[in-house]
């Protein structure tokens, strides 16, 4: 079956963006390309409006961009201080080369990136908070499109293997080996008190929103939603802040306290998320050996590859089991 990381991206030119909208909304004004790995993403402005066009993949499931939409939904009617895109009008269609893709226009969001900034530990105990918010106003929201299969969930160990494969050197599959074997150990005897629900999954510091006086403000790109543990959301976010520290323990505490004091925690699912962390980092470098050899000429599938392998080897050597017991005692 084909998938969206198998598969080519859309490959629209400007002019042809340009058109569809003038065909389609008499709409003219300037339309930007910005980066995007599975999809193709642009930016309209006329002065006036600014929205966001993004062409999905054609290996993706239209169930996934209902799963969006009703999510952005949700968290609006819930917290409408989160700031994030809104589907504007319907999901519509454009052809190239015989392939159907599926377009959106989405509202735009203003703001800066996080990863923009020099990120101190002050503000990952905000990123905590803010995704603690994030995940209170998903509370009670389910979708059938959530409940996949789907390579970037840290719960799914299997999967992580099967991708592990594609990692050539033996000394880095060891490593990988090892960290999955950590979650093995542990992650079970957790899970019994684990709770599940649909999380944003994606909560890394490009994709959150701060406003000129550095405050957060909103998130973006929902495309890896998915139904897993909640303690996925914290350990998704550690992962990143950890590749940015080369003392990461202070920052992730400082981020797991800030989501715990929002969004408390079960002991079980606080002391999980060091596993789930490094079960992220071993997506990270799993993905990348396996999509570099698809797609070579995308740099930025490596973009994280070297400092995750440098993190992971650090991880390596330490004592897992520590490491979640100060999680616990830190963040509670």
């Not at 550690?238 to 002991?267: E, R, T, V, W």
Request: glycine share 6%; aromatic share 8%; hydrophobic share 40%.
């Amino acid at each position: 079956m084909d998938s969206v990381f198998i598969v080519s991206p859309p490959s629209f030119t400007i002019r042809e963006i340009s058109d569809f909208l003038d065909i389609e909304f008499s709409m003219n004004g300037t339309v930007t390309e910005l980066y995007s790995d599975r999809d193709q993403n642009f930016h309209f402005s006329n002065g006036q409006d600014d929205l966001i066009i993004k062409v999905s993949n054609p290996a993706e499931e239209r169930s996934i961009l209902d799963l969006q939409d009703l999510a952005s939904k949700h968290i609006a009617d819930k917290d409408p201080t989160i700031q994030i895109p809104k589907l504007v009008g319907r999901i519509l269609e454009i052809k190239k080369d015989g392939k159907t893709f599926l377009v959106r226009l989405m509202s735009y969001v203003k703001g800066q990136f996080l990863g923009q900034n020099e990120v101190k530990n002050s503000d990952v105990g905000s990123l905590g908070d803010f995704l603690g918010r994030l995940s209170l106003s998903l509370e009670g929201f389910d979708h059938p499109g959530a409940h996949r299969q789907f390579e970037w969930d840290c719960k799914q160990r299997d999967m992580i293997k099967d991708i592990s494969g594609h990692i050539e050197s033996n000394r880095d599959k060891k490593t990988v080996t090892h960290f999955l074997n950590e979650f093995e150990k542990n992650i079970p005897g957790l899970a019994v008190d684990m709770r599940m629900s649909v999380i944003h999954n994606d909560g890394n510091d490009h994709n959150i929103l701060i406003s000129d006086n550095g405050d957060i403000i909103g998130i973006i790109d929902f495309g890896d939603m998915v139904y897993t543990f909640q303690a996925v959301e914290p350990a998704v976010a550690m992962a990143y802040i950890a590749l940015k520290n080369d003392d990461p323990f202070p920052a992730i505490a400082s981020m797991l306290k800030g989501y715990h004091a929002k969004f408390p925690l079960q002991q079980s699912e606080l002391a999980s998320t060091i596993y789930l962390m490094c079960s992220r980092l071993c997506i990270t470098v799993s993905m990348a050996a396996w999509r570099k050899k698809l797609f070579p000429d995308n740099k930025y599938l490596t973009i994280s590859e070297s400092s995750a392998w440098t993190l992971l080897r650090m991880m390596e050597e330490e004592d897992m089991g520590e490491w979640s017991s100060r999680l616990v005692e830190h963040a509670s």
